[in-house]
């Protein structure tokens, strides 16, 4: 059974610090998704990865599929960054099996 | 082109009664996935479809759900004889194709009274 969790579950940062979520899983995976729920309560995704490290604005994602953990890293956080990160993994079959979540607070 | 939709967003029952959620992925999207998000809980998943097939229904549970994709019109979920216990938020996301990132709906929030 793959087991996923993230780290830390809750994360209060100043504006502009730099911030790292990680996730760990424990089963090989085919890909890693990160996802972000807003306060209201929908979800975007924001990266799928199976290998390196991908950059999307601000955002960068990495994984190293040896260690089995990901991390997602926020450059220049700001307060519309606060939200709740969603770490899910795909074994076979598409099927995303998702850590708790880390509630992400940025304050001005 | 239109994101996920879902519909309704917020839907109220009373105990006993059945639960239909609807779900239109995106424009040329095959695939379907439902995923639950019970309160204070993460995300499960539940099923994942194709047009006309079940691939994975692994995560629903056994009794009172039901999901289709039909050829033509939106992936439903159907719950019937609803229980408070069923209360959540019910999440649709599609994709191209297997193995492909997914893209989320706006979720439905079913309450059950």
């Known amino acids: 059974k793959n087991e996923v969790e993230q780290s830390p579950q809750n994360l209060t940062a100043q504006e502009g610090e730099f911030i790292t979520i990680n996730c760990s899983y424990s089963?090989?995976?085919?890909?890693l998704h990160w996802l972000q729920q807003h306060p209201g309560g929908g979800i975007v995704s924001l990266f799928m990865?199976?290998?390196g490290k991908k950059k999307h604005g601000r955002l960068i994602a990495t994984i190293n599929i040896q260690e089995k953990h990901s991390s997602l890293h926020i450059t220049a956080s700001h307060p519309r960054d606060s939200a709740v990160y969603i770490c899910g993994t795909e074994t076979s079959g598409s099927r995303l099996t998702f850590g708790e979540g880390t509630q992400l607070t940025v304050n001005p | 082109n239109a994101g996920v939709m879902q519909n309704p967003r917020h839907l109220v029952r009373r105990r006993g009664q059945e639960a239909r959620l609807r779900c239109s992925p995106m424009?040329?999207?095959?695939?379907v996935y439902w995923y639950r998000q019970l309160p204070e809980e993460g995300l499960k998943f539940m099923v994942y479809l194709q047009k006309e097939n079940i691939i994975d229904e692994s995560g629903m549970p056994k009794e009172r759900f039901s999901a289709e994709f039909p050829k033509e019109g939106p992936s439903i979920l159907r719950i019937q004889q609803v229980v408070r216990g069923d209360s959540a938020a019910y999440f649709c996301?599609?994709?191209?194709?297997?193995?492909?990132?997914?893209?989320f709906g706006p979720g439905t929030r079913l309450t059950v009274t």
């Open positions: 424009k040329g999207h095959s695939h």
């Open positions: 996301a599609s994709s191209p194709q297997g193995a492909n990132e997914q893209y």
């Open positions: 089963v090989g995976i085919s890909a």
């Open positions: 990865l199976s290998s």
